[in-house]
């Protein structure tokens, strides 16, 4: 067995086996409706995983029977998709409408100038993606708002940003230690 067909981490390597169960639910009659399966599968890999990998991008090509140049392809023109491994830790930072108001601008500047990192990239050591989400969180009242892992900060000041960042960090190491 491979690495990547032995390990299950939402962070690490894509665990291929759990592609091909994935993908053994897309059925279809003929090529055309294959074809029209591409994305969805894409979407359902993205989102269990966090990412897609290219072998699991070969899975699906072979699996619809189209080439993995295609699929590389949407893989690359989607900007939902990522094509690499979240960080250790995962954050949504709202720039909605309200959020924007409130300063969210000043949230993703100090992610760059602190961390080097923008929408949808990872610190180098890893401890850190970022997504900027244009949309709403649904949580306006307390703009500017992140989502770090599956906790919710509200009110965020570059301040009080860092340090939910800096907490997050140290409790998954913590984790990882213990
Ligand atoms: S706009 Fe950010 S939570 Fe609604």
Redesign the pocket.
Same mark, same amino acid.
């Given at each position: 067995m491979s690495h990547a067909e032995s390990h299950t981490s939402p962070h690490g390597e894509i665990d291929l086996n759990v592609v091909r169960e994935m993908l053994s639910h897309f059925t279809y009659q003929d090529h055309q409706e294959a074809q029209e399966l591409i994305l969805s599968a894409l979407q359902e890999i993205n989102e269990h995983f966090g990412w897609v990998s290219m072998e699991a991008a070969e899975l699906v090509a072979d699996h619809l029977g189209t080439t993995a140049t295609r699929v590389y392809g949407l893989l690359t023109f989607y900007a939902d998709f990522r094509t690499q491994p979240r960080g250790k830790n995962f954050m949504l930072l @709202?720039? %909605? *409408?309200? @959020?924007?108001v *409130?300063g969210?601008n000043k949230l993703i500047e100090e992610l760059q100038v602190n961390y080097g990192i923008g929408d949808g990239d990872t610190t180098a050591d890893g401890e850190l993606t970022v997504q900027v &989400?244009n %949309? @709403?969180? %649904?949580?306006?009242? @307390?703009?500017? &708002?992140a989502k770090l892992g599956d906790e919710f900060h %509200?009110n965020l000041t570059v301040d009080s940003l860092n340090e939910a960042i800096r907490n997050a960090i140290a409790a998954r190491s913590a984790v990882a230690v213990s």
């Open positions: @709202c720039h %909605g *409408m309200s @959020c924007y *409130m969210s &989400v %949309g @709403c969180l %649904g949580i306006c009242d @307390c703009a500017p &708002v %509200g």
